[in-house]
């Protein structure tokens, strides 16, 4: 089965920092890989996706992901936060050919940003 | 479109009671899901549906039972609730298709069991 490592818990940044999250995953196959962010009181909602093509994807708010497949791994990146992004993130894998589209999640990291 | 809802957002129960989590969508999904959230743990997956009729388990079935009999509606039920059922509660649907995987959320049930 397949599981998914966020090493780092918790986040705590001042704005204007620079942001990586990490994400590990370990499955033989090929993956689709995600982020998602539940921000204070909110339901999840997908920050960004990578299913095939070039390694790096940009989603929303100005977030990135880089997928190394040496590696298994799918690192979130903001250039810059913003008070705005405190929030749980959370690294998200499903195995092409996956019945019912499913998804493993890794733990979560809580990030908090200061003002 | 309503998307993913969710009734009720809270629920306290003793230990022993039973009771459904419901679940419902608008964007004709085939495959329904529901997952838990616990500290530290992420997401899930509890029972998944991948259409009407249809169900399997997840990773953490014990305790909870599903039905799909319509493509919208994919409710869980907690058949003697337990402490170790306390947890927020998402359902989620997706298609198969462009983007597999890609799932939408609903708001979430906040389940307390004491």
């Known amino acids: 089965a397949q599981s998914v490592s966020q090493h780092n818990h918790h986040v705590i940044l001042s704005e204007a920092a620079s942001l990586e999250l990490g994400c590990n995953y370990s499955?033989?196959?090929?993956?689709?890989l995600f982020w998602y962010v539940q921000y204070p009181g909110q339901h999840l909602q997908l920050l960004l996706k990578?299913?095939?093509?070039?390694?790096l994807v940009k989603g929303i708010k100005g977030f990135e992901a880089e997928f190394i497949k040496s590696k298994f791994s799918f690192n979130l990146r903001k250039p810059s936060v913003q008070w705005s992004d405190t929030a749980e993130y959370f690294c998200?894998?499903?195995?092409?050919?996956?019945?019912?589209?499913?998804?493993?999640f890794g733990g979560g990291t809580r990030l908090m940003v200061k003002p | 479109n309503a998307g993913v809802t969710q009734t009720p957002k809270f629920q306290v129960l003793k230990t022993g009671q039973s009771m459904t989590l419901q679940c419902a969508q608008d964007?004709?999904?085939?495959?329904m899901s529901w997952y838990r959230q616990d500290p530290g743990m992420g997401l899930r997956l509890i029972h998944y549906?991948?259409?009407?009729?249809?169900?399997d388990q997840g990773e953490v079935p014990n305790g909870y039972n599903v039905s799909r009999s319509t493509t919208e509606d994919f409710p869980l039920r907690l058949l003697s609730a337990a402490p170790s059922q306390t947890s927020v509660y998402f359902c989620?649907?997706?298609?198969?298709?462009?983007?597999?995987?890609?799932?939408?959320f609903g708001p979430g049930t906040r389940l307390t069991v004491t």
């Open positions: 964007m004709n999904h085939e495959y």
């Open positions: 989620a649907s997706s298609n198969p298709g462009l983007y597999p995987g890609e799932q939408y």
């Open positions: 499955y033989g196959g090929t993956v689709n």
């Open positions: 998200a894998v499903n195995p092409v050919n996956n019945a019912g589209n499913m998804l493993t």
């Open positions: 990578y299913f095939s093509g070039d390694p």
């Open positions: 549906s991948v259409g009407a009729g249809i169900t």
